[in-house]
């Protein structure tokens, strides 16, 4: 293995300059245009301080590793306590979660003009009583204190006219993506055109194809899902080693890929002791297929 898009960019160390190094990488996605886009958080730890220039998006060319352009995202977008977590992309405009301090993030890729908009709205914030559970256990980000994550997941409608999105716990809205897009739009206007769209369990991640099927992981069960355009749910498949299985891929094969994160297994939810083990899996499965037995 490399380092891509070079040994520079993955040499950061607390003291460099990050603005053209990565920090902490938390998603990676290609754009319509094929371009790959790199979501720095810009800090080193979840929910720990941003390093000064670290919060940012890295569009690169995938065949060449050429970085194309950074987007800085400046304390006024991902302020103190946010955690930037994922990207989806519309026309002109991304759309980003704030993990952290519950938000959505509008982006002008022409410009790299960014907009925090549905600022600690009720559609962008983790609720207490949808606590997250995994092998039987809520899991919890301090002792006694239930793991709350904000806007999360995130996917635009095929025709691009809907942005729906909601907290790691659910339950996920839906906003008109012109009203996104309107830098006038007032913040009030806004929250009032939010409305409920899915009512989904805490989910690790999601991919949707282009006729509109979601395709997320449950984390309770370890599963991988498929709500229909109409709402119909369907498991595909529960597989104990699918254990926090996150950001899943629809393949140009059709095939999803998930990589298996064991989050809730990191030293930081279990008082500073792993549980994590390896294998660390990647495993693909054919969505439109039921598996009928309990393997990825």
């Known amino acids: 293995m490399e380092p891509f898009p070079d040994a520079d960019w993955n040499g950061w160390k607390p003291g460099r300059n990050a603005t053209h190094r990565f920090v902490s990488v938390n998603a990676l996605h290609v754009a319509p245009d094929g371009t790959l886009w790199v979501v720095d958080t810009g800090t080193p730890s979840f929910g720990g301080a941003l390093v000064v220039g670290g919060a940012k998006l890295v569009r690169i060319d995938p065949?060449?590793?050429?970085?194309?352009?950074?987007?800085?995202?400046?304390?006024?977008?991902?302020?103190?306590?946010?955690y930037i977590d994922d990207i989806r992309f519309n026309g002109m405009h991304a759309y980003l979660t704030d993990a952290g301090k519950a938000a959505l993030i509008v982006l002008d890729i022409k410009t790299g003009q960014a907009r925090r908009v549905l600022d600690n709205d009720a559609s962008t914030r983790a609720r207490t009583d949808r606590p997250i559970v995994m092998d039987g256990h809520v899991v919890k980000s301090h002792p006694h204190q239930p793991l709350l994550v904000n806007a999360d997941p995130l996917e635009v409608s095929p025709d691009g006219k809907w942005l729906y999105f909601g907290p790691l716990e659910g339950p996920w809205s839906q906003v008109p993506t012109a009203l996104l897009d309107d830098p006038d739009m007032s913040s009030t206007d806004l929250s009032a055109a939010v409305k409920p769209w899915a009512d989904l369990p805490p989910i690790g991640g999601s991919a949707m194809d282009t006729a509109g099927n979601l395709y997320f992981t449950n984390l309770k069960d370890n599963g991988v899902y498929r709500r229909d355009v109409s709402g119909k749910?369907?498991?595909?498949?529960?597989?104990?080693?699918?254990?926090?299985?996150?950001?899943p891929c629809l393949a140009p094969d059709g095939r999803l890929w998930l990589p298996v994160a064991q989050l809730d297994r990191l030293s930081m939810f279990h008082q500073g002791h792993s549980r994590s083990h390896q294998p660390f899996l990647l495993v693909s499965i054919d969505p439109h297929i039921t598996q009928s037995k309990d393997k990825p």
């Open 63 to 82: 065949a060449t590793g050429h970085v194309l352009r950074i987007y800085p995202l400046d304390p006024k977008i991902a302020k103190a306590g946010s």
């Open 233 to 247: 749910i369907t498991k595909l498949i529960s597989d104990s080693r699918l254990h926090w299985a996150d950001a």
